[in-house]
T-cell receptor, first 110, second 111 residues
Framework: DVKVTQSSRYLVKRTGEKVFLECVQD?????MFWYRQDPGLGLRLIYFSYDVKMKEKGDIPEGYSVSREKKERFSLILESASTNQTSMYLC?????????FGPGTRLTVL | RKEVEQDPGPFNVPEGATVAFNCTYS??????FFWYRQDCRKEPKLLMSVYSSGNEDGRFTAQLNRASQYISLLIRDSKLSDSATYLCVVTEANTGNQFYFGTGTSLTVIP
């Protein structure tokens, strides 16, 4: 079974803090994705990566950056957290298709 | 304009009922289609891909109607365990790996 893990299930940060969300997959997938999920808005793509050191902006990249130094790990960085970044963050990995999701990180920014 | 639209529901159906959800998409060039299931406070999980000719997996049938730009999911003989939110997902040929998710349709199967 594919396993996608995320570093934290719940995270509380303060406005202005730098936040790192880590995602690791164990199936040698090329493609990895970061989404946020908000009520009424569904899943929205922040960034995706189709190879090591490659990244592409999704629909809502503002306020976020990503890093993919190793194939199995895709990190999402909030440079300066703001309250409107309070959300559920979901990582996914795939060979093709939307793929397999991690359990999510519920981030609250105070 | 949303790329993918779903009726949020909720759909409340008795056990054993048949229920169908539709999902419309805006881009006629859309290429790949999927249904995901998301349980409360859990991550989405792939339920099934949707093929042009339609496909079935046990009690679940997925259909694609390109002319009217919608996909459907039919669940027969509903079980209590089918209670979840069902998300449709669409990808477009020219966006490579970018997938568009609907906001989901909530289903509750009642004993």
């Amino acid at each position: 079974d594919v396993k996608v893990t995320q570093s934290s299930r719940y995270l509380v940060k303060r406005t202005g803090e730098k936040v790192f969300l880590e995602c690791v997959q164990d199936m040698d997938h090329e493609n990895m994705f970061w989404y946020r999920q908000d009520p009424g808005l569904g899943l929205r793509l922040i960034y995706f990566s189709y190879d090591v050191k490659m990244k592409e902006k999704g629909d809502i990249p503002e306020g976020y950056s990503v890093s993919r130094e190793k194939k199995e790990r895709f990190s999402l960085i909030l440079e300066s957290a703001s309250t409107n970044q309070t959300s559920m963050y979901l990582c996914a990995s795939s060979l093709r298709g939307p793929g397999f999701f991690g359990p999510g990180t519920r981030l609250t920014v105070l | 304009r949303k790329e993918v639209e779903q009726d949020p529901g909720p759909f409340n159906v008795p056990e054993g009922a048949t229920v169908a959800f539709n999902c419309t998409y805006s881009n006629s060039a859309s290429q790949s289609f999927f249904w995901y299931r998301q349980d409360c406070r859990k991550e989405p999980k792939l339920l099934m891909s949707v093929y042009s000719s339609g496909n079935e997996d046990g009690r679940f049938t997925a259909q694609l109607n390109r002319a009217s730009q919608y996909i459907s999911l039919l669940i027969r003989d509903s079980k209590l365990s089918d209670s979840a939110t069902y998300l449709c997902v669409v990808t477009e040929a020219n966006t490579g790996n970018q997938f568009y998710f609907g906001t989901g349709t909530s289903l509750t199967v009642i004993p």
